[in-house]
T-cell receptor, first 118, second 114 residues
Framework: NAGVMQNPRHLVRRRGQEARLRCSPMKGHSHVYWYRQLPEEGLKFMVYLQKENIIDESGMPKERFSAEFPKEGPSILRIQQVVRGDSAAYFC????????????????FGPGTRLTVT | AQSVAQPEDQVNVAEGNPLTVKCTYSVSGNPYLFWYVQYPNRGLQFLLKYITGDNLVKGSYGFEAEFNKSQTSFHLKKPSALVSDSALYFCAVRAPSNTGKLIFGQGTTLQVKP
């Protein structure tokens, strides 16, 4: 069973360009989380999606960032007009079902996409 | 607000010695706690979790963690460290919402020397 796949692993963008990060969850998983890891910091939650639905986007910056998880294909995290402060590692995690209060299941993480904005 | 603190940026231990990586938390309600490990240029790997019940939780690779409600701590332990245990360790708490998002500590680098 392949793990969570993310591509590209490394992405370099100039300021003002768009960045598209892809995440394919583990087989059988329909819940996807995106986290951002800034240098010297822990991971910060960005967004939680199920197929075709954004469930929680409380960690997403208000502008330039968007995410989707279509019925077919990978989840996409899109950053428009990137700035240097967007340079970070972006991790995707998946789980087979929703983590409810009585069943806090673990998330399985991908290898991350390291975005560098020059 | 929910938070996790890992008070040590780095822990150094000799191979064969016991190791402890510290974690304290602040949550409202019952805490659901996790430990993950990150090797260089890799994603996070799940080690163990505490939901309820026995305060000593056993996980992967010989790791265990002790939940202490009165001290609001969830320290990661291993009786005998290996050089291959050298990595970045994250403690996390599940936010009380129903979405399952995790709140992470800032991470502790474990260095095991031969």
């Amino acid at each position: 069973n392949a793990g969570v796949m993310q591509n590209p692993r490394h992405l370099v963008r100039r300021r003002g360009q768009e960045a598209r990060l892809r995440c394919s969850p583990m087989k059988g998983h329909s819940h996807v989380y995106w986290y951002r890891q800034l240098p010297e910091e822990g991971l910060k939650f960005m967004v939680y999606l199920q197929k075709e639905n954004i469930i929680d986007e409380s960690g997403m910056p208000k502008e330039r960032f968007s995410a989707e998880f279509p019925k077919e294909g990978p989840s996409i995290l899109r950053i428009q007009q990137v700035v240097r402060g967007d340079s970070a590692a972006y991790f995707c995690a998946s789980s087979p079902r929703q983590s409810v209060r009585t069943d806090p299941i673990e998330q399985y993480f991908g290898p991350g996409t390291r975005l560098t904005v020059t | 607000a929910q938070s996790v603190a890992q008070p040590e940026d780095q822990v150094n231990v000799a191979e064969g010695n016991p190791l402890t990586v510290k974690c304290t938390y602040s949550v409202s309600g019952n805490p659901y706690l996790f430990w993950y490990v990150q090797y260089p240029n890799r994603g996070l790997q799940f080690l163990l979790k505490y939901i309820t019940g026995d305060n000593l939780v056993k996980g992967s690779y010989g790791f265990e963690a002790e939940f202490n409600k009165s001290q609001t701590s969830f320290h990661l332990k291993k009786p005998s460290a290996l050089v291959s245990d050298s990595a970045l360790y994250f403690c996390a708490v599940r936010a009380p919402s129903n979405t399952g998002k995790l709140i992470f500590g800032q991470g502790t680098t474990l260095q095991v020397k031969p």
